[in-house]
């Protein structure tokens, strides 16, 4: 194939990252299960360990199964770089630590999963680490809201639990001007729905565990880094600019370019905080993503069904669907992820938490389950599971209110997805 011929995305989801095993000719990537590489020699040795040599030491550091898969969702998001980590939340706190320091912040969009909402709320404030949450549609506010401890700038494309489609374009402008990296959680559109790097991300993060995996086999996470941030600029993030004591003085953007954050993530975060995929989990994801691109298209087409069939049912009150023209975001799809809205979405039953909870308790083909992104489709009642920890002011601002259920749409027939909920929701308003 000539070096200059752009693989299509559908061609790369299967090739990418991955060659024949080049010690037994292996079509597929084998299941390195090993914890440690024997060096050639001490010389050898010396050079991995100063990162003039490329090449593998130690399994929670890096691993060739592991590494297909980091390469593999590298080049389908358009990076320069990418890390596997062992689940969606090790991978937001990966991205997060050369970044952040005590008395630092990040503005985060009050449109997240349920658990990344306590992350940042709660948990971070552990390291020192704060968050403050804005409507990402009001950019007057974000742009307001960022300090001269800011960071970062933190939203999700398609958000959980449904129905919002963030504005990438405006949102990395506003972090542009004031010379903050956007980190994009990409996991509800995968990169075969949404390119966030298109749109001016600095770094996308993954929970694997979902659509990418895509059968609810395992829990894992990428962090992959555009390589178009200049971590030196502004004087605001010495780990990567200066020389960092916890790697014997390296100064990594200025020695590795597009490949600072990368090369820290491995060297000084996974080396010290060992939030590491294993071989056999970077597996059945790499088996994933062989297929992605036909599941997301069924997902998609599923979804709209799904959707256009609960607006049109006097049982419900609203449907939360970007792909419905109904919806306040559905002039975003064509720019945002022009291949369809996702999967993702919630909608309003009348007679409230009771009758949610009825639906819930009535659905056959339907897993009750606190997931999202499998092959089966799944409900869940958001206000009183994923996002019970908050607020209702929060569960309503994060579009969890008490009468609305979260649906995460399979690949199965759709007709049958949408006889389960019919009769669902005969008993469910009865
Ligand atoms: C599930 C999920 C996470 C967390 O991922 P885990 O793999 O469960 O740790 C983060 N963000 C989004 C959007 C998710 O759906």
């Known amino acids: 194939m000539s070096e200059d011929r752009k693989l299509a995305f559908e061609t790369l989801q299967i090739h990418a990252g991955a060659e024949p095993d080049p010690a037994t000719g292996a079509r597929q990537v084998p299941i390195y299960q090993t914890t440690a590489y024997v060096f050639r020699d001490a010389d050898h040795a010396a050079k991995l360990f100063n990162l003039q040599e490329v090449g593998y030491i130690y399994s929670r550091l890096t691993n060739p199964t592991v590494s297909a898969l980091a390469n593999r969702v590298c080049a389908l998001e358009g990076g320069a770089g990418a890390i596997c980590c062992s689940s969606g939340h090790a991978a937001q706190i990966m991205a997060l630590f050369p970044l952040m320091g005590p008395g630092l912040n990040i503005i985060a969009s009050t449109r997240l999963y349920g658990g990344t909402m306590t992350q940042f709320s709660q948990t971070i404030k552990r390291f020192g680490w704060s968050a403050k949450f804005v409507d990402f549609d009001d950019l007057a506010a974000l742009e307001a809201a960022v300090d001269s401890n800011t960071r970062a700038i933190f939203c999700e494309s398609i958000a959980n639990p449904g129905g919002y489609i963030t504005d990438l374009d405006a949102v990395a402008k506003v972090a542009d001007k004031v010379g903050l990296p956007l980190i994009v959680d990409n996991t509800s559109a995968t990169p075969y729905l949404c390119r966030p790097i298109e749109h001016g991300a600095t770094l996308v993060v993954h929970s694997a565990t979902k659509y990418l995996t895509g059968n609810g086999t395992v829990t894992g996470g990428v962090v992959v880094d555009s390589g178009?941030?200049?971590?030196?600029?502004?004087?605001?993030?010495?780990?990567?600019?200066?020389?960092?004591?916890?790697?014997?003085?390296?100064?990594?953007?200025?020695?590795?370019?597009?490949?600072?954050?990368?090369?820290?993530?491995?060297?000084?975060?996974?080396?010290?905080?060992?939030?590491?995929?294993?071989?056999?989990?970077?597996?059945?994801?790499?088996?994933?993503?062989?297929?992605?691109?036909?599941?997301?298209?069924?997902?998609?087409?599923?979804?709209?069904?799904?959707?256009?069939?609960?607006?049109?049912?006097?049982?419900?009150?609203?449907?939360?669907?970007?792909?419905?023209?109904?919806?306040?975001?559905?002039?975003?799809?064509?720019?945002?992820?022009?291949?369809?809205?996702?999967?993702?979405?919630?909608?309003?039953?009348?007679?409230?938490?009771?009758?949610c909870v009825k639906l819930i308790d009535n659905v056959k083909l339907f897993s009750h389950v606190a997931n999202l992104g499998d092959t089966r489709s799944l409900i869940i009642h958001s206000a009183s599971t994923t996002h019970r920890q908050l607020t209702e002011e929060q569960q309503i601002k994060s579009g969890a209110a008490p009468n609305v259920v979260r649906v995460s749409i399979g690949i199965e027939h759709a007709d049958d997805i949408i006889a389960d909920l019919d009769q669902a929701l005969a008993k469910a308003t009865a």
């Open 228 to 355: 178009k941030f200049d971590w030196s600029k502004s004087g605001k993030f010495p780990s990567l600019s200066e020389p960092e004591p916890a790697y014997h003085g390296l100064a990594f953007h200025p020695a590795l370019g597009a490949m600072a954050f990368t090369f820290h993530s491995i060297a000084v975060g996974l080396r010290d905080l060992g939030m590491t995929m294993n071989p056999q989990g970077a597996h059945y994801t790499l088996m994933g993503i062989e297929t992605l691109s036909l599941r997301m298209d069924r997902h998609v087409e599923n979804a709209r069904k799904v959707a256009e069939w609960l607006e049109k049912d006097p049982r419900i009150d609203y449907v939360t669907y970007a792909g419905l023209p109904s919806s306040p975001y559905n002039h975003r799809v064509a720019r945002i992820c022009p291949k369809g809205a996702g999967a993702l979405f919630t909608f309003a039953v009348k007679g409230g938490y009771d009758a």
